[in-house]
């Protein structure tokens, strides 16, 4: 047996009224997160870019994504640690997260190669 108001009554607009304040107020909590989220992401990208002279590691957009907070920190603090003029992106990520750093293998394209017919 189903209980529900009818149409029309009080109980039936408060549970209505009740549900979409609840609804609308998680979204504008939600997008709130998720503009924080975006901005704090932002000013840490151009955080490393200012603080990385060699250039040695390819973000492909999800960088920030794939780290936590402590490990954005720590991969700001071990670049302030490293000498100027050398500090290398690819090291301080190898040092705080080493399964993001992929030696890369010589890629053989067989198409160009020679060898095969």
């Known amino acids: 047996m189903v209980v529900r108001p009818s149409p029309y009554s009080f109980p039936f607009w408060l549970l209505l009224g009740s549900a979409a304040l609840f609804g609308g107020l998680y979204m504008l909590l939600s997008h709130r ?53 050398s500090r290398s992106l690819r090291h301080a990520i190898d040092i705080v997260s080493p399964d993001l750093v992929f030696d890369e293998a010589p890629s053989s394209n067989a198409l160009n190669d020679p060898r095969i017919d």
């Open 33 to 85: 997160e998720s503009r924080r989220t975006q901005l704090e992401a932002l000013a840490w990208l151009q955080k490393i870019s200012e603080l990385v002279d060699v250039h040695d590691y390819e973000n492909d957009g999800h960088l920030e994504e794939y780290l936590d907070d402590s490990e954005r920190r720590r991969i700001v603090a071990e670049l302030e640690r490293m000498p100027v003029g």
